[in-house]
């Protein structure tokens, strides 16, 4: 397959860059600054310099022309303030899901956030995140063109990957290192059984392949 992934220089997405390589697909992965290329390459994707909070839908549009699937895996990320989670997390997610369809890629995957939810309350930026992340998936959902599936993973972390998930419509909250989320996108993107539904994951006791095939009814 070939798949593109916007937000291609973050920590989750550079994990998935070289899991699906080493699978054997031809990976893209959008970036906003040139600089970012070489990490991209070294994950053997192949960058693609455009900035989603000022692109079009026909450029956006146009990366995505000819691809089999897309992950949404951008975001502000830490540090940032209220408004970037809007133009980031919701508006960029919002004009990729627009683009994909588009081009007619069906398989759509999104890294969302577990709490997640465009009524969220409170006025910290983490709140303005959860609400960014909330409303970006509610217009995913409206996508009948699209084959999508969010995954909502708990509190990140850096610790080396397990293998070993909990991946429920509700899991309830806890950690899950990056390897492990970027392995359970790899699988979710060859499992088109799971389109529709919004899964949440953290650190279990259930092998990733065998986590999500329960998810899709296999």
Same mark, same amino acid.
């Given at each position: 397959?070939?798949?593109?992934?916007?937000?291609?220089?973050?920590?989750? =997405?550079?994990?998935? *860059?070289?899991?699906?390589?080493?699978?054997?697909?031809?990976?893209?992965?959008?970036?906003?600054?040139?600089?970012?290329?070489?990490? @991209?390459? *070294?994950?053997?994707?192949?960058?693609?310099?455009?900035?989603?909070?000022?692109?079009?839908?026909?450029m956006v549009a146009a990366v995505l022309q000819g691809a089999d699937a897309a992950v949404f895996a951008a975001g502000a990320g830490p540090g940032s303030g209220a408004a970037r989670k809007e133009t980031v997390d919701r508006d960029a997610a919002v004009l990729f899901a627009d683009a994909a369809e588009r &081009? /007619?890629?069906?398989?759509? @995957? $999104? $890294?969302?956030?577990?709490?997640?939810? &465009?009524?969220?309350?409170?006025? *910290?930026?983490?709140?303005?995140?959860?609400?960014?992340? /909330?409303?970006?998936?509610?217009?995913?959902?409206?996508?009948?063109?699209?084959?999508?599936?969010?995954?909502?993973?708990?509190?990140?972390?850096?610790? &080396?990957?397990?293998?070993?998930?909990?991946?429920?419509?509700?899991?309830?909250?806890?950690?899950?290192?990056?390897?492990?989320?970027?392995?359970?996108? &790899?699988?979710?993107?060859?499992?088109?059984?799971?389109?529709?539904?919004?899964?949440? =994951?953290?650190?279990?006791?259930?092998?990733?392949?065998?986590?999500?095939?329960? $998810?899709? /009814?296999?």
């Amino acid at each position: 397959m070939r798949i593109v992934i916007a937000g291609g220089h973050g920590r989750i =997405a550079l994990r998935l *860059e070289r899991l699906l390589t080493a699978g054997g697909h031809e990976v893209a992965g959008i970036i906003r600054k040139m600089e970012q290329s070489d990490a @991209v390459r *070294e994950a053997g994707a192949e960058p693609v310099v455009l900035d989603m909070e000022s692109a079009s839908l026909e450029m956006v549009a146009a990366v995505l022309q000819g691809a089999d699937a897309a992950v949404f895996a951008a975001g502000a990320g830490p540090g940032s303030g209220a408004a970037r989670k809007e133009t980031v997390d919701r508006d960029a997610a919002v004009l990729f899901a627009d683009a994909a369809e588009r &081009a /007619g890629v069906r398989r759509f @995957v $999104v $890294v969302s956030s577990m709490g997640a939810d &465009a009524a969220h309350e409170g006025d *910290e930026v983490f709140d303005a995140y959860l609400r960014a992340k /909330g409303a970006a998936d509610e217009h995913v959902r409206g996508k009948a063109a699209l084959d999508w599936t969010i995954l909502r993973p708990g509190m990140l972390t850096d610790d &080396a990957g397990t293998g070993l998930v909990r991946l429920e419509a509700s899991t309830g909250r806890g950690p899950i290192p990056r390897d492990d989320v970027a392995a359970l996108l &790899a699988e979710l993107l060859d499992t088109p059984a799971t389109a529709g539904l919004t899964l949440e =994951a953290v650190s279990g006791d259930t092998p990733v392949s065998v986590a999500v095939r329960a $998810v899709a /009814g296999n």
